[in-house]
């Protein structure tokens, strides 16, 4: 992505398909003039005051009426991008989208690339880097906590977290870069143990940002819950019961369930996808036999595993080995099913439940959610990672923490532990985009979508 921030952008702002209205953006400092070449109403876009909304219609080249529109202002400093800015609210057909983009195109302005409106907000100063990445995250959001998380981030705790921590960094080091300065005088501006004490703090508050990471990647990502057992211990059923449909078919025959069927479910605000699996067991039928390739697969790919087995029957120890041999043991909770029909207590069984009358199912949503993530409680106060990049950023900037502390224990100069806490502090810059590179930049922006 190069982008030349002099030019004036456009791009349809909303999903391309046919509804009520649809939105055309603009963007930079010929916004206004560009639009009033197009548009006739009571008074020129370019005389309005910002934040006003302001109808009138869209004239063709060939003086047609293309629609009646809607057009909002937005004078920088104070617009998204913090540019000149413009929306135009269209009927939400294609073909109107289309024509009036085509006549905007005929002027001194060009369409934008993905994710450029946000750039433009990041390098006008309107939104530091992770807030941007929020952009994205919220407009991608698919569970009430993925929303929160991502409006957490967005409203810029995170980064108010980080640049406390990047402040206090360079407020160490520069004690002790101006210390090595009177050297020669033997003047202690800060002592070697409040040092090591306030290290010592900076690298707590990092591995905590850290330990919030898995649930992060919960609330972002979701979780994937791959559903396995014996045929006929009722896998079907169960998530039947959890979509509140006949999604699969359930049968007496074993085995009817012959390939993966994936469904999402949102429960306590965390998404949830449920796979299906065939029944563990061994066949001679080439196509059941894949099935069950298949369900070993799922169960590698799992964050969680919930394997079933009929309450009537002895506990499966053979289907839960085999599970351990392709996963973790921490992954996997025991169902006991079918506790309609037996009261028969199984040991090994985390939970009983009845996937036809729904007994003991918020047992199982609980442990669903603490397996998930833990006992952490997400409040909108909380700083969450959420985001793999500032997850290896935190790690980069822990190490030179570290290598810092060992340098002042063992009694190394100044400078290089004042060297060590500035490139800590310059690894947390990279996650608010203080200091950051086109790459990155270009990286981050190309997965938005274009006109966001």
Known sequence: MHINNEDTITALATPSGEGAIAVIR????????????????????????????????IIGSNNEIIDDVLVSVFRKPNSYTGEDSAEISIHGSQLI??????????YEIRLAEPGEFTKRAFLNGRIDLAQAEAVADVIHSRSEASLRGSRNQLDGILSSKVKTLREELLNISSLIELEL????????LIAKKDIQSRIDKLEFEIKTLLETYKFGKVIHDGVNVAIIGKPNAGKSSLLNYLLKENRAIVSEIPGTTRDIIREQVTIGGILFFLFDTAGMRHSTDEIEKEGVRRSQEAIKNADLILMLFDSTEDFPKEIYNQTVNFSESGKIICVSNKIDISEKIHPQADCSISAKTGEGIEKLFDLMKNKAVGNINFTEKNAIVTNLRHVNVLKK???????????????????????????AAGQLEEIIGIVTNEDILNNIFSKFCIGK
Do not use: P
């Open 397 to 423: 900037a822990a190490e030179y923490l570290s290598l810092s502390a060992n340098s002042l224990a063992n009694n190394l100069s100044g400078e290089f532990v004042a060297l060590d806490l500035r490139n």
């Open 181 to 188: 300065d009177f050297s020669e005088e033997n003047i202690e």
């Open 97 to 106: 989208a289309q024509k009036i983009i085509a006549e905007l195109l005929k």
């Open 26 to 57: 603009l963007s930079g400092d010929k916004s206004f003039e560009i639009v009033d070449k197009i548009f006739r109403g009571s008074k020129k876009i370019s005389e309005c005051s910002s934040h006003t909304i302001n109808y009138g219609k």
